[in-house]
């Protein structure tokens, strides 16, 4: 649980190493290191031009033809939209005017290639970079990829896309291009020196059902090819030169880990109901279409939480309308007869901007509903899209990032007129589409109760919830051990908020963080929350807890909780509760302890 | 030679996509192309050269096509430029 720990146990060099836990599993393999970084590039005077031409063609046609194939696997898997970026990097390594500067110098000057390329490469980064646009600063690094990708040709390390046997794959950072050829590949698992539990690569080794650990800062200086490794992708541990007594350990605890986990599948079909009869809705947060197939095998009760940003990360652009459609067709097809809830772009803060554009205080700036009230076009056109989509199934709208009253109201009036536009066209929306809120702004959650008023649900975002309560700032290493969901005033506005929308009538749902954490579970039932939306993965677990669990005793359970002042207090009762009631869980999911335990 | 002066209109600007579409366009003409920006110029057949101006939103950039079908060449460019790449 804690990213930044490493740990020598003295047996035999073993090395274990705490990161994000990406993606469930367990692997118990060898390490196959791909590196990214290192290419030294030495300045060398050349007898033979020619050879050097020779070399300098050969990898660029290896370039394109490597390239190429990528190109082809993400146009299949990915779509046309997110394969473009690897067309431009086609174009680039076949630039006739940039190569043909190259091939000048190494002729006039008598130098190798890769000092001419690593030269006039280098001089375009820079160009770029000087820039003041951020868009444009970050293009540099494309253009370093085609850099890097050549270089690597020419000193004829091969990117290891084809092994022989089932490696682990550790590396600095998966990029989307590695995630797709590795995908093609029989990988045990992914290990990562970068990257967050919401990566392109973290999502797409959840799809693709592969153990993946994250985050850990410098797991590839700890590794050669061929050692021995085993990942945790449950708990975010990796054990490097594991003994054989670990070995063991783990791969009794992958046995029951595996055990459990098709325990929880075979039944994740059925409802979310207690044991006296209160059902509740799991439903599953999405990022990408490819996560679209998980939807039935996990249970999900509809997606409560689809984002819609990475649309703009995919596209580099804002999508227009019909490509939205599309997309949002798709999902609304996937999950039937449930429902999808859209929430409205929440651009900013710590996601993407699409605009040059930097502020201070990003997370108290324009973002979420501030920035699409700022355009409405941008906004009604998405309306339209989703609009369009709910005739295909149910749809609903969610905003982000509202912290008043008004913002709900001048949102709603821009719904209405996407609604008219098409309605004028003739175009068919299902009219008594429901629209909800994103309670994660303290004033929205003391408002709550009026917001719940003019809308029909409410979900809570508790990553940023907790942030702005506590006013800590998440991505801030030194006081980042001070952000605590399970801190009393956080649980409290929780309890707050679902009152709120339970006076005025309405469904309270959660779709942050916390609904996916097994720990939190019955205290959020017996506080009378309706809808749990987390990654798809946790949901068998939510519902097995949930259908063991009675009601009335849960709430008595929230009660007391309610009362206690510390969260140390809170989060050492609800641990004893998980590991009394449902001890399995505890030890896949959340224990630090031994790893003795055998079932 | 033909030259003009465009306008950058899409809200990113000539990023990547554009730039590659550019470059696709420019490929259907003999005549040779040149972009200008505040006194740096690039060859318009180059996707490097051209992302390297960094042109965003609002910039000025002057076209310059020299051979047997400038003209044609600079029309289709500039159509190219006013429906801002075909982007929002």
Known sequence: MNPETSEHSGLGGEIVLHGVAASPGIAIGKVLLMKKDGIVVEERTVEDPSAELDRLQKSIDRSSYELDKVYHAAFEKIGVDK????????????????????????????KNADFVVDDEFSRQVEQLRHSGNEIFRQRALEIEDVKNRILRNLAEAKLKSKFEGTPIIVTSELTPADAVLLSRNAVLGYVSDYGGARSHASILSRSLGIPAVVGLKEATKHVHDGMDIVIDGYRGVVVIQPSEGTIKKYGDRKRWCEQLDSELLSEASEPALTTDGRRVSIEANIELLEELPLLRPHGADGIGLFRTEPLIIDADSIPDEEVQYQTFKKAVEEAKPNAVVFRTFDIGGDKIFVEDHSEQNPFLGWRGIRMMLDRPELLKDQFRAILRASVHGKCKIMYPMVSSVEEVA????????????LAAKNIAFDKGIEVGVMIEIPSAA????????????????????????????????LVA????????????????????????GIKVAMCGEMAGNPLATVMLLGMGLDEFSAVSSVLPVLKKIIRETNYKSARKFARQLLKMDSSEEIKKVLLEYLKT??????????????????? | MVQQEVVVKNRLGLHTRPAASLVKLAAKYKSELFLERDGYRVNGKSIIGVMTLAAEQGARILLMVEGEDEQAALAALVDFFDRGFDEP
Not at chain 1, 410 to 421: M, P
Not at chain 1, 463 to 469: G, K, P
Not at chain 1, 481 to 504: C, Q, Y
């Open chain 1, 83 to 110: 394969a473009k970026i690897f067309e431009a990097q086609l174009l680039m390594v076949s630039d006739p005017i940039f190569f043909d500067t190259i091939k000048g110098r190494i002729v006039r000057e008598k």
């Open chain 1, 446 to 477: 003391l408002m709550s109760e009026e917001i719940a008023r003019h809308v029909a649900f409410l979900s809570i975002g508790t990553n940023d919830l907790t942030q702005y309560l506590l006013a800590v700032d998440r991505t801030n290493e």
């Open chain 1, 481 to 504: 051990n001070v952000f605590d969901e399970f801190h009393p005033a956080v649980i409290r506005t929780i309890k707050l908020i679902i009152d709120s929308g339970h006076s005025a």
């Open chain 1, 410 to 421: 001048r949102a709603n009036e821009i719904l209405e007129e996407a609604k008219n536009s």
């Open chain 1, 581 to 599: 009631r449902f001890e399995r869980i505890y030890y896949t999911t959340i224990s630090e302890e031994s790893l003795d335990y055998q079932i």
